[in-house]
């Protein structure tokens, strides 16, 4: 298969995760957030407060706030960022409209924490895989980013600031209690969002310091199929020259790895700890196998 015709089905794959993720995005927003009367930051929690102020419907609001933002991003950070904006900045208000005028999408409940939890839950999963797909959701996601650009502060403290600014903002008309249930619904759906971000690509790095690692090294090559890597140490009391074997492997290939060591030398030292996200060969990329290049991490 030709590389336009794979980068034209990325192209189009990235285009259904984009318009899939806005929409969770929307639901959320018409299913929990408006019926159960819950604040939040973002365009969303701007167009709550407009709402209060100057009695501007919020689908109106979006309509108009994102496209501007977008015109900002466009200006400041140039048309590759805009051609991936795009499609979230002008499809959020439609599919939201659409969704507020489906009788039944509302959920009120009894329980707002309830409402919080499944909001929260939902928006996390929607923003993350706009993210994954390299796209982002517009409105109050771009003027952090212009100023990352310009300014270099970092996405994640902007965000946090614009979304703490905007519930503060509605404690002008909004009880304690609902500025309070904001702040949860900001933890639950941030907390998502990172989960969402490094689904299916958390790893497990091994690290095995043992006298025997040519036999270890060979194993992992051959009897468990994944790369390693020998980085050259040295013991802390003799201070010997001591290769340790470096591999990463799947939460299923870590007990089996386990064994095998341990059948090799029962006094080997294993550190194992969890990595979140591994590129290259035998994970993102096909193995390559080829004379003189086995151990070479990238291929792990």
């Given at each position: 298969?030709?590389?336009?015709?794979?980068?034209?089905?990325?192209?189009?794959?990235?285009?259904?995760?984009?318009?899939?993720?806005n929409a969770l995005y929307?639901?959320?927003?018409?299913?929990?957030?408006?019926?159960?009367?819950?604040?939040t930051g973002g365009s969303?929690?701007?167009?709550?407060?407009?709402?209060?102020?100057?009695?501007?419907?919020?689908?109106?609001?979006?309509?108009?706030?994102?496209?501007?933002?977008?015109?900002?991003?466009?200006?400041?950070?140039?048309?590759?960022?805009?051609?991936?904006?795009?499609?979230?900045?002008?499809?959020?208000?439609?599919?939201?409209?659409?969704?507020?005028?489906?009788?039944?999408?509302?959920?009120?409940?009894?329980?707002?924490?309830?409402?919080?939890?499944?909001?929260?839950?939902?928006?996390?999963?929607?923003?993350?895989?706009?993210?994954?797909?390299?796209?982002?959701?517009?409105?109050m996601d771009i003027p952090?980013?212009?100023?990352?650009?310009?300014?270099?502060?970092?996405?994640?403290?902007?965000?946090?600031?614009?979304?703490?600014?905007?519930?503060?903002?509605?404690?002008?008309?909004?009880?304690?209690?609902?500025?309070?249930?904001?702040?949860?619904?900001?933890?639950?759906?941030?907390?998502?969002?990172?989960?969402?971000?490094?689904?299916?690509?958390?790893?497990?790095?091994?690290?095995?310091?043992?006298?025997?690692?040519?036999?270890?090294?060979?194993?992992?090559?051959?009897?468990?199929?994944?790369?390693?890597?020998?980085?050259?140490?040295?013991?802390?009391?003799?201070?010997?020259?001591?290769?340790?074997?470096?591999?990463?492997?799947?939460?299923?290939?870590?007990?089996?790895?386990?064994?095998?060591?341990?059948?090799?030398?029962?006094?080997?030292?294993?550190?194992?700890?969890?990595?979140?996200?591994?590129?290259?060969?035998?994970?993102?990329?096909?193995?390559?196998?080829?004379?003189?290049?086995?151990?070479?991490?990238?291929?792990?």
């Amino acid at each position: 298969m030709s590389r336009g015709a794979n980068g034209w089905k990325k192209g189009l794959r990235d285009l259904v995760v984009i318009l899939l993720g806005n929409a969770l995005y929307a639901l959320a927003a018409a299913a929990f957030i408006l019926p159960n009367s819950l604040i939040t930051g973002g365009s969303t929690g701007l167009a709550l407060i407009a709402r209060r102020l100057w009695g501007i419907p919020v689908e109106g609001f979006v309509a108009i706030f994102n496209p501007l933002m977008f015109l900002l991003g466009l200006l400041m950070l140039g048309k590759r960022f805009a051609l991936t904006t795009l499609v979230s900045s002008f499809w959020y208000p439609v599919i939201f409209g659409l969704f507020q005028r489906i009788p039944g999408i509302a959920f009120p409940l009894q329980d707002r924490l309830l409402a919080v939890a499944f909001a929260g839950g939902v928006i996390g999963g929607g923003i993350g895989v706009v993210i994954r797909a390299g796209a982002s959701t517009g409105g109050m996601d771009i003027p952090p980013l212009v100023l990352q650009k310009k300014a270099g502060i970092p996405v994640s403290v902007s965000i946090y600031a614009f979304d703490f600014a905007i519930l503060l903002g509605q404690m002008a008309f909004a009880p304690r209690e609902d500025v309070l249930y904001g702040i949860l619904l900001l933890l639950i759906y941030s907390l998502v969002l990172d989960k969402v971000l490094v689904l299916g690509s958390s790893r497990t790095q091994v690290k095995v310091i043992t006298a025997k690692f040519e036999e270890v090294r060979e194993e992992i090559l051959h009897r468990l199929d994944r790369g390693c890597t020998l980085i050259q140490a040295e013991t802390g009391f003799y201070r010997n020259p001591w290769p340790v074997v470096l591999t990463v492997v799947s939460g299923r290939e870590l007990s089996r790895l386990t064994r095998i060591v341990q059948e090799i030398d029962p006094e080997a030292f294993l550190v194992v700890s969890r990595v979140t996200e591994v590129r290259g060969h035998g994970f993102t990329l096909r193995k390559i196998w080829a004379a003189g290049v086995a151990g070479v991490a990238a291929e792990a």
